[in-house]
């Protein structure tokens, strides 16, 4: 009977560990600035989008009443941090609202 030989001694997880001091470092820093950028480039897009958004304070109201919102849940929307997305908080209030019926 012949046996064979296998190395289950290193988890491929743990190859990293392996690697030179300099080499993980440089490892750690590539992650780093990686992070830093993807999260400037959300802040970035949250920007774009609530200068979007504000575009919305301009129209006069009976656009606004066509769109099914109020000015006020326009302005309080536009209040809200940076991070929380203004324009799906005013498309939850929209839904909340009673549905206009025109004749």
Same mark, same amino acid.
């Given at each position: 009977m012949t046996y064979q030989a %296998?190395?289950?001694c290193v988890a491929p997880n743990h190859a990293e560990n392996h690697l030179p001091l300099?080499? $993980?470092?440089?490892n750690a820093l590539k992650r780093s600035?990686?992070?830093r950028l993807a999260a400037h480039k959300v802040k $970035?897009?949250?920007r774009i989008d609530r200068a979007a958004f504000q575009h919305m304070l301009t129209l006069e109201d009976h656009?606004?009443?066509d769109i099914g919102v109020t000015r006020a849940n326009v302005?309080?929307?536009n209040q809200l941090p940076m991070?929380?997305?203004a324009g799906l908080a005013l498309e939850? %209030? !929209? !839904? $909340?609202a009673r549905p206009k019926i025109r004749p």
């Open positions: %296998t190395c289950d300099a080499s $993980r470092a440089l600035i990686a992070d $970035r897009q949250a656009v606004l009443d302005e309080w929307a991070h929380q997305s939850a %209030t !929209k !839904k $909340r």
